[in-house]
């Protein structure tokens, strides 16, 4: 099955400590994008990679670092988690980051809801 | 940089009523998105809309594309339980820029 999949799916932590939420996809997508969910904000992208190797910042990028070291796979990474980043995290990807014939449209993963003490 | 806002952030309607759901770029897209995402869920793609005035339909869904590419509306006719989730647009080229959302909730 064609799928996003993103790890832990809850996490519970402490102002410091430094996680990493993990992001997969099996359709060999070129492009990946990490979001944030916050009420009456919407999705907010934190970064993205149009293909292995190639990652840049979104709009909310500070506090976050990812990689994209194989096709498959973008981590997101928090150093030093604040309480302000508790938030609901959705890691997608499309075909391409290309807005041609649909190649963008995002599939998304089931989100992972992280909470900082 | 590209702001999409859309309106309003929340519909509560009667089972059978229409909603309607309006989008609204700073700039000019190249292409307008829609997804879907239920309550607990993920959002879900529903639709792309490309051309200057564009309109598709999905069953009870209309969307709609404006004549200057900056805005799009969804639009439920007679809606249903199935119906309640939160609705976004997405605009842009190369980085898709979502809107604020609309939840939508409906009573029997």
């Known amino acids: 099955e064609a799928q996003v999949t993103q790890n832990p799916r809850y996490l519970i932590t402490v102002t410091g400590k430094k996680l990493t939420v993990t992001c997969s996809q099996n359709?060999?997508?070129?492009?990946m994008s990490w979001y944030r969910q916050d009420p009456g904000l919407g999705l907010r992208q934190i970064y993205y990679s149009m293909n292995v190797e190639v990652t840049d910042k979104g709009d909310v990028p500070e506090g976050y670092k990812v990689s994209r070291k194989e096709k498959r796979n973008f981590p997101l990474i928090l150093e030093s988690p604040s309480p302000n980043q508790t938030s609901l995290y959705f890691c997608?990807?499309?075909?391409?980051?290309?807005?041609?014939?649909?190649?963008?449209?995002?599939?998304f993963g089931a989100g992972s809801r992280l909470t900082v003490l | 940089g590209q702001q999409v806002m859309q309106i309003p952030q929340y519909q509560h309607v009667q089972e059978g009523e229409d909603f309607t759901t309006y989008c609204n770029s700073s700039t000019t897209l190249s292409n307008i998105q829609w997804y879907k995402q239920r309550p607990g869920g993920h959002p879900v793609f529903l639709i792309q809309?490309?051309?200057?005035?564009e309109v598709k339909k999905q069953k009870r869904l209309t969307f709609q594309f404006g004549e200057a590419k900056k805005n799009s509306s969804l639009h439920i006719t007679a809606t249903q339980t199935t119906d309640v989730g939160t609705y976004f647009c997405?605009?842009?080229?190369?980085?898709?820029?979502f809107g604020t959302g609309t939840q939508l909730k409906v009573e029997l």
């Open positions: 359709m060999n997508h070129e492009y």
């Open positions: 997608a990807s499309s075909l391409s980051g290309q807005a041609i014939s649909g190649a963008n449209v995002l599939t």
């Open positions: 809309l490309v051309k200057s005035g």
């Open positions: 997405a605009g842009g080229g190369n980085k898709l820029t």
